[in-house]
């Protein structure tokens, strides 16, 4: 496990995805209950939008840490860009039947992100990023009323607001909505 372990700060140094990959792999496989390398592995899932492995990885953690707000800025987030993603997809769909069973699935993972970014914004009330994707989520839902509520709170920080009929994009972890986003958190300790 420590040749692993510094393998796999050897890689988040020099920002090797591939190798570090291989590595978490295997160091969960000796500790598969390990924080930070489920962090880790959550991290890279989300870099490479498997957005519901991610999710999977951060409601495991969630159950052991649950007043964690890191843990649950990634499920919010994981969340978010489940809706994100089946929003997008409904939007494009030809098919109808398609189209309606997309849009169900978009509105579940809003309705489940908008509950957790709720939760987020209740803690952190100054955070943009977060308030945000809560007005995003409402808007695809298609509640205006909690829209307004949550748009009158970002005018009240002095943020942007976010339209009624708001095509949505992706939201990273550490950078801004839409954006790349750096890799993984910090180094492995062993």
């Known amino acids: 496990f420590n040749m692993l372990s510094m393998a796999i700060n050897n890689c988040i140094d020099r920002e090797d995805n591939a190798n570090l990959q291989k590595f978490v792999t295997k160091a969960l496989s000796l500790r598969p209950n390990d924080e930070t390398l489920l962090n880790i592995q959550g991290k890279l899932y989300e870099d490479t939008q498997e957005f519901q492995k991610a999710l999977n ?46 849009a169900r699935q978009a509105k579940d993972y809003f309705s489940a992100a908008a509950a957790t970014l709720q939760e987020i914004v209740n803690n952190d009330p100054t955070s943009v990023k977060y308030t945000q994707a809560l007005a995003t989520a409402y808007s695809c839902m298609g509640d205006q009323n909690q829209l307004d509520i949550v748009n009158a709170k970002l005018s009240s920080i002095g943020a942007q607001t976010v339209a009624a009929n708001v095509t949505p994009a992706l939201m990273t972890y550490s950078g801004k909505a839409g954006s790349a986003g750096n890799t993984v958190p910090g180094n492995l300790v062993a």
């Open 57 to 102: 990885i951060y409601v495991r953690m969630q159950q052991s840490r649950p007043n964690s707000l890191n843990i649950v800025q990634h499920v919010a987030l994981n969340y978010y860009n489940l809706g994100v993603m089946y929003h997008n997809r409904a939007s494009m769909e030809r098919n109808e039947t398609s189209a309606k069973k997309y």
